[in-house]
Each structure stands twice: as C-alpha cells, then as structure tokens.
C-alpha cells in the first residue's frame, strides 16, 4: 500500500467516524482510557498492519529486558518506536545513533501514556546491506580488542596424531577434509564434532562444539578445523557470529577456518590461527604430505651418508700418513731424541748446583775470617783473660766480694781462684785497697 491509498483509506475514516457521530453522543463523558482506548481502534482501523518507514534513527536505548526503544525521524518530524526482544534479536547489526533506516513497523497505542508509537519487527539500513553493515561493525569492533593481532596466533602443530573438525556431518566439505587427510597423512586420526552451519541457532552450535572440544579434548586433538562448503552470505553467516568469533580467540588447541569458497571471507577468518580458502585447503594446512615427508627424510638420510663417508675417508687418510711417518716407524729415534735432551737439562742443572755451592763456600770463608778476627780467643792468645764469677762474666768489681770463687779463662785453659783482695783503678784516684 503506497502513501496516497493510506493517505484515502484515513481520509475515509475520519469523515465515516464524523457521519457516526450525532449530536446527542455529544453529551456523553468519557474516561481517559475509554478516549485511548478509542483512539487505539482507529489507528488499528485507519493503518495497515505494516508498512515500510524511512527516516534517521535518534536516542537508541536499550533496555535490561532486551527491549530496544529509539525515536525515528525527518526534517519535520518525530515518532517513537521500540523493537521488543524477539525482533531484536533476529537483528544483524547495531542500531545507532543517526543511521538513515528503513523499518517495518505496525502503527499502534500505548495506551498507558496516550502515545502512538511504532511497533517494529525488521530493520533495514538505508544504502547498504544489513549484513555487510552487520559484518563491518562487528570486524571493527574485535579488531578494536585485539582479536586480530599476529601475536595471538598460536602456530599449527608439525605433524598431528589426531585432527578435530567441527562442521555439518552430511555436507560436502566433511567429505573433501577426510579425503585430504588420508590422503596426505594415511595415519592421521579424525575426530568429527558435527553441528549444523545455518541458520538459527547455527553460530551458538558452532561455539558451543569450539568451547568442548578443549575442554574434553584438549590433550587429545592437536588442530581443530572448522569451517563448511560455499554458500550465499546468508548461509555462511554462523561464522560472522560474534559468538563463534570469541570461541576461536579463546581456543587453547590452534585453530584452521576453513568457510566457504577463496572470494568468502568471514569474521571467523579474522579470528582463527590461519585462514583456508576452502575446507580442503584447510586439511592441506593441517597436515604435510607423508610422500614428500619420506623423499625429504631420504635426501637427508643420502647427505648424512655421504657425509659420513667423507669423514672416514679423511679419517683413513690421516691414518696412513701417521703410519708412514719416520715417528709412527721409529719409535726409538723419538725416545731417544727426549733422553738426550733429558741430559742436557740434567747437566744445566748440575752446573748450575755447582757454581751455587762454589758462591756459598766463597761467602762462608769471607766470614769466617771476619769471625776470626773478632774472636775472643785471640784476644786471649795476647795475653788477656777472662773472669767468670760462676756462669757471669765480670766486667767490674763491684761485681766480686771477699772470698768470691772465680774461674779465669786463658788461650790454653782455665785457672780457678779465689778473691783476696780488691783494687780499684778509677782515673784521678789513687790505688785503694778495699780490704
């Protein structure tokens, strides 16, 4: 219905309702909730019971019930409008301040507050796609957190023993992942968690099956791949999912996204250790090529060989030059080159202990003839004598007494005495007999 029929149909209404109305109900009174009441009806009556809206979106809020309320406007006028829980949710992206939208919406009462407003069930921007809207608020949003940064990569395992795919069980990329996988790696274990890939309730699936296989997994699969077979944006969209986003980043065991054909890109993408064009790709990326695995470990096998073999060559060859030096074959001639330098440092030492005692004995006569000539005894060879009163030599008189035994020491012996008398030969004094 275009905006001149509903223009016609409410023109008809308002003048049938006038037609209706005589002049006795003119005297009738009313309650407020009977006039909202009526005015309800004739809105439900006057308006189809949808109809598209164009106009910009203005004080979106939303609500702890998960209601959403927001006023849609022009140059020259407003209205109310509020988005119940259950359309919400069926919304791809986020509503926000100044967007130009198109809404479907059913004209109605609030009868609580005498308000019309819209009631509306879908939401469309206006000039782009509600769900490339969708995907670039939500990639602008987790790149913002850091979901996308290299660092976070966790890199594949080398050769994994068990490979997890999370993917629907009877569609075609489940088929091409296990061909893959055999074929590449025959030993490879496959451990399926099947969900589905579209539709409702699809992206919680998918996160749920990320969120159990670490936990129940984790020590037992080395690589998870999701992902599924091509599709319309609409199909791939679980994998757009914020939820399954967050599953990924929080996946402990690396994971491969593996939507779609090469031209798709998806949030998952984003999100995933490394991306894969397709599923197939993705089990190429999982794991390496047994054949090529076993020609790179031949050629490596063949240069150890050879290398090997060089170095014993090189081994032998220094052999036999040592076997054939005059050394290796004279083994005497080696001996006795040690024992005549043995002599020679066995003489140099030997002169050297020599001339050291010769040195010695030359400082030892020096000082005995210096020791000689201080000698005691030859004083006493001159005609002196030493006094000993007991074991103390005397060199005074006022060491002795009457009576004193002494021992006097001469160059050929010794006489003992006793004291009989005492003189003293102070200079300037005349001799005194002390007795």
Known sequence: ????????????????????????????????SEINNLVRNWIREGFPDYLWIEGEVSRVKVHSSGHMYFVLKDEYASVPAVMFRGARARLKFELSHGMQVLVLARVDMYEREGKYQLYVEEIQPKGIGALDLAFRQLKEKLEKEGLFRKELKKPLPFLPRTVGVITSPTGAAIRDIINVLKRRFPGVSILLYPVRVQGEGSAEEIANAIREMNL???????????????????????FNEEVVARAISESVIPVISAVGHEIDVTIADFVADRRAPTPSAG?????????????????????????????????????????SSRAFLEPRYRLEQYLQQLDGLLEAL????????????????????????LSPLRTLSRGYALVYKGDVLVRSIRQLAPKDRLKIRLSDGSVIAKTEGIEGHGEGEAQQDLF
């Not at 020590?219 to 791939?236: C, N, T």
């Open 1 to 32: 219905m275009g905006k001149d029929d509903t223009r016609d149909l409410m023109g008809e209404f308002f003048e049938d309702l006038a037609e209706r109305t005589s002049a006795e109900d003119r005297d009738l009174v009313y309650t407020v």
């Open 216 to 238: 129940f997994f984790r020590d037992e699969v080395d690589v998870l791949i999701v992902g599924r077979g091509g599709g319309s944006i609409e199909d791939l969209w679980a």
């Open 283 to 323: 089990a190429e990326l999982a794991v390496p090529n047994k054949e090529e695995l076993l020609g790179k470990i031949r050629h490596l096998m063949s240069r150890l060989s050879r290398t090997l073999k060089h170095r014993w060559d090189n081994l032998l060859w220094r052999m036999d030059r040592i076997r």
């Open 350 to 373: 030997g002169q050297g202990v020599h001339n050291l005692l010769d040195k010695n004995r030359l400082q030892i006569e020096h000082l005995a003839g210096k020791l000689e000539v």
